[in-house]
């Protein structure tokens, strides 16, 4: 079955503490991408890779790293949550091109306190 | 740069009424628009997306949108409501910014009462 996995579906953290949100797909997307969600706002675009070691930032990239070393992952990495990243995050993947179907995650809530 | 704008964050009908979901483009270029659902504690996905030439643009289960260039409009439309479709609704355009970026509204939350 094609799919996006995310782990874990709910983080609570404190300030401070480094962590990482896994994903996977098994649909060899060359295009990865996190959003994270929050009330009013719909989703945003935290950051993206076109193809393994290329990564770029995104609409709101501050507090946040990627990688890409494989093909299949695209971890999310927070070095020092803070609080305001208390949220609702997703990552997709897609071919390249822009009148292709993105395939979400079902999503990673963090709680930041 | 791209942007869509959704009117209405909580639509409620009664469940066999119509749905009609609003969302304005504004883009430079002809756009690549999307709607996506997005159930309870779920990801979201595709509904329908528009491509070049057509339209009226038909979904998965019973939803449709039209383009309207002349309005820059993309709105979603299903006939009769049912409860299953109780959900947020997000338009969206691609193609601002790196590679397939998609650019969301704030999403529409959809009710459907007995």
């Known amino acids: 079955e094609a799919q996006v996995t995310q782990n874990p579906r709910y983080l609570i953290t404190v300030t401070g503490k480094k962590l990482t949100v896994t994903c996977s797909q098994n649909m060899n997307h060359e295009y990865m991408s996190w959003y994270r969600q929050d009330p009013g706002l719909g989703l945003r675009q935290i950051y993206y890779s076109m193809n393994v070691e290329v990564t770029d930032k995104g609409d709101v990239p501050e507090g946040y790293k990627v990688s890409r070393k494989e093909k299949r992952n695209f971890p999310l990495i927070l070095e020092s949550p803070s609080p305001n990243q208390t949220s609702l995050y997703f990552c997709?993947?897609?071919?390249?091109?822009?009148?292709?179907?993105?395939?979400f995650g079902q999503g990673t809530r963090l709680t930041v306190v | 740069a791209q942007s869509v704008t959704q009117l209405g964050s909580h639509v409620s009908v009664s469940e066999g009424a119509l749905v009609l979901l609003r969302c304005n483009y504004s883009?430079?270029?002809?756009?690549?628009l999307f709607w996506y659902v997005q159930y309870p504690n779920q990801g979201l996905q595709l509904l329908l997306k528009y491509t070049t030439g057509a339209t009226l643009v038909k979904g998965i289960n019973g939803f449709e949108a039209e383009f309207k260039k002349s309005e820059t409009s993309f709105h979603l439309t299903k006939p009769s409501a049912h409860m299953s479709d109780a959900a947020e609704y997000f338009c969206?355009?691609?193609?601002?910014?790196?590679?397939?970026?998609?650019?969301f509204g704030t999403g529409t939350q959809l009710k459907v009462e007995l």
């Open positions: 883009s430079s270029v002809p756009p690549y």
């Open positions: 997709a993947s897609s071919q390249v091109g822009l009148n292709t179907e993105a395939f």
């Open positions: 969206a355009v691609s193609g601002s910014g790196g590679g397939n970026k998609l650019t």
